[in-house]
């Protein structure tokens, strides 16, 4: 296959770039009025049409036309929580009338009440709802996605999430990751017992896990009244003896001095960062832990956006993602992800762009064959409709600007 005419190709990198940081994120790479060749599902060739050998051309078993419209890699969301009972609009009601989320939940709600309804949930019944969510994210651009466990909290409702998560991996085309996140909320029964409770997720969920290949990586929530540091330093160690790196849920509410463990502990990614100061911007330099930014959870729960500005001016790479959730995120929409970046986190188009494309795909060990146009990756992208200018996309925020999305090369 052959697309033609392409008005402009954006998020060119070269194969081996696996991060942008600082500067380079300013940059989207891209040459106008391109062609692209995709050869067995991978990206075999781009150029300027002016240089277009016909050759190439008349060889092609299918030429699409792609004037007026623009490519740019799908999105790579590294951070959701796809998998769940049900949704929380009572909660919705609660927010809307001046309660806070610590509120919300005091009176019922947040992950307990997300865990209560998921516990007697069919197996199949969650894989069916995650499955039509996740389809129609796809449709919205997003080509490769992390998804969390984490509203099961017991032995058994954590392993059924993890093995919908496996079923979604089985049954999708586009790369899908998972993370074991039983280390969310303490479930009630063990409000008094944290240490019954992390035992459980450390000698008996995470083994059995081990066993059966279900999770990629490691995940838990450490924030005042959830995970301490030193809890979470417990299941990272925990989770690193099974081969599992951690992404951690850090610093939403308070400077918990989480990011800084983190990066100690040699975390691939900590994730929210409402909370910061200048010693947590510091304790990220030259570490290999990405900062993964969640504005749409500000802009639902009403919390700060994270200091995205201070990061990259700092030389930081950071990444974006959608956090979807039934809580404090309803919503995986990818588009308005990087339209929030720009709107509310001074990022340049540009930066919010590779922020939710190769940067995303480094937070889930996916840069090396997604994330961006380059020869020999797997040809996961979009074409737009007919736009003026890739600015045009978080500009226009509320349209969707996707004509066709691509995965392996074939039409989704
Ligand atoms: O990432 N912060 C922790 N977990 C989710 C929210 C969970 C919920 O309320 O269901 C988040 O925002
Ligand atoms: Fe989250």
Redesign the pocket.
């Known amino acids: 296959m052959i697309i033609i005419n392409i008005k402009q190709l954006c998020g060119i990198q070269s194969p081996d770039k696996r991060l942008l940081q600082g500067k380079e994120m300013t940059d989207l790479p891209s040459i106008e009025n391109a062609w692209l060749k995709v050869t067995d599902g991978k990206i075999a060739d781009f150029g300027l049409m002016t240089e277009l050998d016909p050759a190439t051309f008349e060889n092609a078993d299918e030429v699409i036309d792609a004037t007026g419209k623009l490519i740019l890699p799908t999105w790579c969301d590294s951070?959701t929580?796809l998998v769940?009972a049900a949704s929380?609009e009572e909660?919705f009601l609660m927010k809307i009338q001046g309660k806070t989320?610590e509120e919300i939940?005091a009176a019922g709600?947040?992950?307990l009440?997300?865990a209560r309804k998921l516990a007697h949930t069919p197996e199949e019944e969650l894989y069916n709802s995650a499955a039509k969510r996740l389809n129609e994210l796809i449709g919205l651009g997003t080509g490769a996605i992390e998804i969390k466990s984490?509203?099961g909290l017991s032995y058994d409702a954590e392993l059924k999430m993890l093995r919908v998560i496996r079923k979604l991996k089985e049954n999708f085309s586009i790369p899908v990751k998972a993370t074991f996140?039983g280390a969310?909320?303490f479930p009630a029964e063990y409000k008094q017992d944290h240490k019954g409770y992390i035992d459980l997720l450390i000698t008996k969920l995470l083994p059995q896990i081990a066993d059966e290949g279900l999770a990629d990586y490691i995940d838990a929530?450490c924030?005042q009244n959830?995970f301490s540091i030193e809890e979470t330093e417990q299941i990272i160690d925990a989770g690193a003896k099974y081969g599992l790196k951690a992404k951690i849920?850090a610093n939403?509410?308070t400077n918990t001095g989480a990011v800084q463990a983190c990066v100690r502990k040699g975390a691939l990614s900590v994730?929210?960062l409402e909370v910061t100061d200048d010693a947590v911007i510091e304790s990220l330099k030259g570490s290999e832990t990405i900062a993964t930014l969640?504005p749409s959870?500000s802009l639902f729960?009403n919390i700060p956006f994270a200091n995205a500005r201070g990061m990259i001016d700092a030389g930081l790479g950071v990444a974006l993602a959608s956090?979807f959730?039934?809580?404090?995120?309803p919503s995986g929409n990818m588009n308005l992800v990087v339209a929030l970046a720009c709107m509310r986190m001074k990022m340049l188009p540009a930066e919010a762009i590779n922020a939710a494309t190769l940067n995303g795909a480094y937070a889930m060990d996916l840069s090396s064959s997604y994330g961006s146009i380059s020869k020999g990756k797997q040809a996961n992208f979009m074409l737009t409709k007919e736009i003026p200018s890739v600015t045009f996309m978080p500009y226009s925020f509320g349209s969707n600007h996707i004509d066709t999305i691509f995965i392996n090369g074939k039409k989704y």
């Open positions: 951070h929580h769940f929380r909660e989320y939940t709600g947040g992950i009440n997300s984490g509203y996140l969310h909320a929530f924030e959830y849920h939403q509410f994730d929210h969640l959870c729960i956090d959730n039934p809580g404090t995120t």
